[in-house]
């Protein structure tokens, strides 16, 4: 049976090169017949992001940065502040949970036909309704006649609610 890799900021270091004000990992050294060292590692994933192997467990680069350079595998999600999904220069990066990643959106939801984030259309009374997520509860900013003016409305709470948010 084979022995798990527990892969510790040592090991980390021994295979890979972060670059810290790129973001860019390289290869240490040769890995079997196709990675040369100095070699940028990694691939676009699915999901955007830029991941890799080592010894077979796929890792997202941006976990492994935190890794290199803080001595500790992330408890929670690494964020990018700038919420460009391959941009993982350190100072780009910071731990967050689940709730404080969500405060970065930028854009609206597909299925949002204000073009608004925060807005929606009060079918019922034709009015443009602003409102937010604080604690995991929605709270109600108002009804406006004007979808920026309800944008507006938003944007200002989400700075008073969210002030982890790059918005």
């Known amino acids: 049976m084979k022995d798990k890799l527990v892969l510790s900021q040592e090991i980390l270091k021994a295979l890979l090169h972060y670059d810290p004000e790129t973001g860019i990992l390289k290869w240490a050294k040769n890995v079997g017949f196709k990675i040369k060292s100095g070699s940028i590692a990694g ?3 699915k999901d955007g992001y830029i991941s890799l192997k080592i010894n077979g467990k796929e890792y997202k680069a941006h976990r492994l940065a935190w890794l290199y350079m803080t001595g500790q595998m992330p408890k929670n999600m690494i964020d990018h502040k700038n919420t460009i999904k391959t941009d993982n220069w350190f100072d780009n990066l910071r731990e967050a949970t689940n709730g404080q990643n969500q405060q970065n959106q930028i854009k609206p939801k597909s299925h949002n036909t204000t ?51 790059t918005i």
């Open 43 to 45: 691939y676009k994933d």
């Open 115 to 165: 073009g608004f984030l925060g807005v929606s259309l009060d079918k019922t009374g034709g009015k443009y309704r602003a409102q937010i997520a604080v604690d995991g509860k929605q709270k109600r900013l108002g009804y406006f006649t004007d979808p920026k003016e309800a944008s507006k409305a938003y944007l200002e709470a989400k700075q008073k609610y969210h002030a982890y948010s």
